[in-house]
């Protein structure tokens, strides 16, 4: 598996990826402890050692944490771990401590992870979601010192803008605190608005970007059609409407394209994300062990040349996505 650099931080992370929201969600094989175990043993096995968590992902808080903590106990020295705390809008028992960004809450939420995850280190801790209540400088001289204690290895964020990018890069610098070494932000092929504003600041100031929903929850993977939606997956159980208004048009040509070429709508999706050379990880989910697998395939068998992304970016113009 080819692995590549996350940012500044030294750290190496697979190219594919295991997101880990399914762990702990209620009507899947990852609801159980045993499910869990056999989708990271699988990914493990195929290669994939970057698993990305947090602690509001799972039917209740921390269960994800938990069922992967479990399921890497015996390996963990295998895998690379991402976290993320303080989720503004998500419930937590650590509110009254204050803010999601607020030292208070960071401190408490980071041991938290750490036990649950059954590790003396997390490798990189991501702030969920920008926190408007706390200065960025107050949540990176928290984080700083995770990092200086040794709990923390790299720190990240999800969900900010280009400005705050910039902004909080900016606040490190100044403070002399550990910078973020990485951005999360929604990013597929029915949404590149990241390319306008979020990817220009993660180049400028040498960042590794990390894609969620690379699969448009799950409409790239090849398991939908305009008449075909398994009921057994994320779209089918909560989002229908991301198929019902799909551009399948559009999704219909880049499947012909795939054909063309011997593969797979799955292979070209990932080919498409992976040909951006920030991109440090796709880190899609799975529920069973066979979708692990094919992810894993599918993350190195093809990238697209000059004139093959020119297409496939033509069929999913940056000005009509979201």
């Not at 929201?21 to 195929?46: F, H, K, S, W």
């Not at 973020?180 to 993660?202: H, K, M």
Request: charged share 25%; net charge negative; proline share 5%.
């Amino acid at each position: 598996m080819e692995t590549r650099a996350l940012g500044a931080s030294g750290l190496a992370v697979t190219v594919v990826g295991l997101g880990c929201n399914n762990l702990g969600r209620p009507g899947t094989l990852t609801e159980t402890q045993e499910g869990t175990d056999a989708v990271v043993t699988a990914a493990l096995d195929a290669g994939v050692t970057f698993f990305d968590t947090a602690d509001v992902y799972g039917a209740e808080y921390g269960l994800s944490e938990r069922r992967l903590g479990e399921a890497l106990r015996g390996r963990r020295d295998e895998a690379v771990i991402a976290t993320k705390f303080g989720h503004q809008s998500m419930p937590s028992p650590l509110t009254a401590l204050g803010s999601g960004g607020s030292r208070a809450y960071l401190r408490a939420a980071v041991e938290g992870s750490l036990t649950r995850l059954g590790t003396d280190r997390i490798d990189l801790y991501q702030l969920h979601t920008p926190d408007p209540h706390t200065p960025i400088e107050e949540t990176l001289g928290a984080l700083d010192e995770l990092v200086r204690e040794g709990k923390v290895r790299a720190i990240g964020h999800s969900n900010l803008d280009g400005t705050a990018i910039r902004a909080a890069d900016d606040a490190a610098a100044a403070g002399g605190y550990t910078p973020f070494v990485s951005a999360q932000n929604e990013y597929n092929l029915l949404t590149r608005g990241a390319e306008t504003d979020v990817l220009p600041a993660v180049r400028e100031r040498g960042l590794g970007f990390l894609p969620f929903f690379p699969l448009a929850n799950g409409l790239f993977t090849g398991k939908f059609s305009r008449t075909e939606r398994p009921a057994d997956t994320r779209i089918g159980r909560q989002r229908p409407h991301i198929a019902e208004n799909a551009p399948w048009d559009a999704i219909e040509a880049l499947e012909a394209f795939a054909a063309e070429r011997g593969i797979g709508l799955l292979e070209v999706s990932y080919g498409w994300l992976l040909s951006r050379p920030e991109l440090s990880s796709v880190i899609a989910g799975a529920t069973r062990p066979e979708q692990v697998r094919a992810n894993a395939a599918a993350g190195t068998r093809w990238r697209p040349d000059a004139e093959e992304l020119a297409r496939i970016d033509a069929l999913f113009p940056l000005a009509s996505s979201r």
